[in-house]
């Protein structure tokens, strides 16, 4: 048995080889390991390392730690709905970062502490509010309408609520960076002035820091919005205010691909196979977010950035580095102003934790004599928030044979939609899987795996393992449920 990524066919496809890491090939090349597997939980699987995970806690507090500044670190558990996940991160020493009632009730439920916890809920019911309230969690507060709604019930229960106001509308560049998240900026401090002048609500919300999330990648942003953020800490405590925190979200980038060059490689053959200079490398010539218009390429690649070569802690490291205008860094001034600097990373703690694996069911040419690699699983068990997941998979031949012929194949999944193909990419493999052979998917546990999994068809959801030690080879015995 062999693991094997790509034939070298003729004409090749672009390759994207992932990172990866030796636990991942521990079960890629145990077939027999992947039947009972299969056999116990069904297909298909998401297998969690948890001693990955934790080395991704430390990486970061690591960091931290080079620092004088106080800080802390919340898991973004919307990332992942693995349950074991959370007393992984509590015992490595970080908190979790909720986003809903349920959420928030499964941390308090395994004893996770008041303080190692917040929520930062888009939408907030009473009942979260109430449950967040009573159990002394600090919430992230996104506009008006929920500090009045938290009053009411920090009054009904006559219980103080922690709070951190969440902004947004930073200036980066002379323009306003746009979220529908938060308070402006440029009104937050007037409408917090105008809420608190009502005596008793501040004995009722405690207002102990800000917060913020930004889209998109950019560590010189997330420099000046923190800077913003502390001035508007310091206007604050002027006026009376606890600011003891600001809180950056999560958004740190991870790499996910071994190589730039492939990476140049596949935008460009993807770009060349739209204008038909090339033979196409996506699922109908899918432009993944590019498309032409009068011979010439518009647009750009709508999926996350998958090569990277700032990632984590170097991404964070610069942050932090960012000077404002009087040269004084995101550090110096979060010390010398004696603010903790708070982060939510989810995606990035997940980097190399996770992998799913899908047992084929059939194999069947289409009439544009395409293969169709039919896997025991379905699109919504494996789907990115952006245009595609661009990684390479694995396939484990049961029986690897060198005499059949290399094929470009397409993976299916079981939803009865046309656009079922879970990856838009047509891959290349040295032979035609047979069925019961695994197809892995590697570092999928950030998002991938769960963000967007549904049960249509009554299709029941893929089951969750962790493996919690490191081994040199694993049994079935080996890897722990929920
Ligand atoms: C408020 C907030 N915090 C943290 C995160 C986690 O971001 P990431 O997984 O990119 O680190 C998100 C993601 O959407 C978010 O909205």
Request: glycine share 6%; with cysteine.
């Amino acid at each position: 048995m062999k693991i094997v990524h790509q034939s070298s066919m003729k004409q090749q496809l672009p390759r994207l080889r992932p990172l990866t890491s030796p636990w991942m090939f521990n079960i890629m090349e145990n077939t027999q390991l992947q039947q009972e597997l299969f056999d116990t939980y069904g297909s298909p699987i998401n297998v969690h390392d948890l001693p990955s995970f934790v080395g991704n806690i430390k990486e970061y507090l690591e960091i931290l730690d080079t620092y004088p500044f106080k800080s802390q670190i919340f898991f973004a558990r919307k990332a992942n709905k693995f349950r074991n996940l959370i007393n992984a991160a509590v015992n490595a020493g970080i908190g979790v970062d909720t986003a809903s009632y349920q959420e928030l009730k499964q941390c308090l439920d395994l004893k996770v502490q008041a303080d190692k916890l917040i929520s930062t809920a888009a939408i907030k019911n009473n009942k979260l509010l109430e449950l967040a309230v009573q159990e002394g969690v600090l919430l992230i507060i996104d506009n008006q309408d929920e500090l009045q709604q938290l009053l009411r019930v920090a009054k009904r229960l006559d219980t103080p609520a922690k709070i951190g106001i969440r902004v947004s509308g930073f200036a980066y560049q002379g323009k306003k960076l746009y979220s529908r998240f938060g308070f402006d900026i440029d009104t937050v401090e007037h409408t917090l002035h105008d809420f608190f002048r009502e005596s008793g609500n501040k004995t009722y919300l405690q207002v102990e820091g800000l917060h913020f999330h930004l889209d998109g990648y950019s560590t010189a942003q997330r420099g000046h919005s923190i800077h913003q953020s502390l001035d508007l800490a310091m206007r604050l405590r002027e006026q009376g205010f606890t600011v003891s925190f600001i809180d950056i979200g999560g958004g740190i980038l991870m790499n996910y691909l071994a190589s730039k060059n492939e990476w140049k490689t596949f935008q460009d053959t993807l770009q060349q196979a739209l204008l038909d200079n090339h033979r196409p490398i996506t699922y109908n010539n899918d432009g993944l977010g590019y498309s032409t218009r009068n011979g010439k390429v518009e647009g750009t690649l709508a999926t996350y950035p998958y090569y990277n070569e700032n990632s984590k802690a170097s991404f964070l490291r610069d942050i932090l580095e960012t000077p404002d205008a009087h040269s004084r860094t995101v550090a110096q001034r979060l010390h010398a102003l004696k603010v903790e600097l708070r982060l939510e990373p989810g995606r990035s703690l997940l980097n190399q934790v996770g992998m799913t694996m899908a047992r084929v069911a059939h194999r069947k040419v289409d009439a544009t004599g395409t293969h169709l690699v039919g896997l025991e699983m379905n699109m919504s068990q494996m789907m990115s928030s952006s245009a595609d997941f661009l990684l390479d998979p694995f396939v484990a031949f049961q029986a690897r044979d060198g005499a059949k012929p290399a094929v470009e194949v397409y993976f299916t999944g079981a939803y009865c939609l046309e656009r079922d193909i879970l990856l838009k990419r047509k891959i290349a493999l040295p032979q035609l899987p047979d069925i019961g052979d695994t197809i892995f998917f590697v570092n999928t546990a950030g998002y991938m795996m769960h963000f967007f999994e549904t049960e249509a068809h009554l299709f029941q959801r893929a089951r969750n393992l962790a493996l919690p030690q490191k081994k040199a080879t694993y049994g079935l015995k080996d890897f722990e449920g929920e």
